[in-house]
């Protein structure tokens, strides 16, 4: 099972990179026979992604976030199907290619590290209240991600329009309105997903770390991303502010995540230490 695991590990970002080549084409070139392709293409990766998440977690007999880089891995997964549901509710693809070339991006540094994957886990990676805990922060970062990528489409169409340049972003993307509305509407959903996330963490205390405080750096740092886009959220809702101020809220909280994933996980190894 292990060389099935690897090969469509190999293949994964593959897909994603072709996948988001038709969208590509689909949004530069205007061919809607691409925009067809590129959607039956993407549910099928997202198919043979969850598959490979599957086999990862029966074979490895844990929950696959066991390392930075598998965390990725799902992260990836949870971007194109969230992705995937926005554009069968509102049949917009437009915007595809600005989401899936970051997915691509993040499953293609997954994959090059798989090789890290080694040794003994610890036994809570298979506890339902850790699986939940996980799984919630990977789906709230997962809406910030979105949340933050319609921020930079309303940015760049801002642009275009301020410069009276109206170019192939003008045409292809939606309106501003509908990219602000789309760009709170997934940080409404990341609020949700990470709220809980923090809840379930609390109750972890104890189980899990060996030690925990509010004021560990990496719960820190989530409670600064959750306090963007709950910004984000009031800004549209309460203060009505320009939409422009949102989408840059949400790009600070995309640097805020990032920040999180790569610098604090990786170099910062005492956070979030486990039994």
């Not at 959607?39 to 043979?48: D, F, G, K, S």
């Not at 994959?111 to 939940?132: M, Q």
């Not at 922060?137 to 991600?145: D, E, P, Q, R």
């Not at 923090?198 to 750096?217: E, K, M, N, R």
């Amino acid at each position: 099972m292990e060389g099935i695991i690897k090969l469509l590990n190999v293949v994964l970002p593959v897909l994603y990179f072709y996948t988001t080549y038709l969208y590509a084409i689909f949004f530069f070139r205007e061919q809607q026979p691409a925009g067809q392709k590129a959607t039956r293409m993407l549910h099928t990766t997202i198919a043979i992604h969850i598959v490979e998440i599957i086999l990862r977690g029966v074979y490895y007999r844990h929950f696959p976030v066991a390392t930075v880089w598998e965390a990725f891995s799902v992260i990836a997964l949870a971007v194109a199907l969230i992705y995937a549901y926005v554009e069968y509710r509102s049949g917009n693809k437009t915007t595809g290619y600005y989401i899936l070339i970051f997915v691509f991006f993040i499953q293609l540094f997954s994959s090059a590290f798989f090789d890290t994957l080694k040794g003994e886990f610890p036994p809570f990676l298979t506890s339902s209240l850790f699986i939940f805990h996980v799984s919630s922060a990977i789906l709230g970062y997962s809406s910030f991600i979105i949340s933050a990528i319609y921020g930079l489409m309303y940015l760049m169409l801002f642009h275009e329009i301020k410069q009276s340049h109206f170019g192939i972003i003008y045409r292809r993307l939606p309106s501003l309105e509908e990219l602000s509305e789309m760009n709170v509407r997934a940080a409404n959903i990341g609020l949700f997903f990470l709220t809980l996330a923090i809840i379930l963490g609390l109750g972890l205390t104890g189980q899990v770390y060996v030690s925990f405080s509010p004021f560990d750096a990496k719960a820190i740092i989530t409670y600064i991303a959750w306090f963007i886009y709950a910004l984000v959220v009031y800004g549209k809702v309460k203060a009505r502010w320009p939409g422009r101020v949102m989408a840059l809220l949400s790009l600070g909280g995309l640097a805020v995540i990032l920040f999180s994933m790569l610098v604090v996980n990786l170099f910062m190894s005492n956070f979030h230490e486990f039994k």
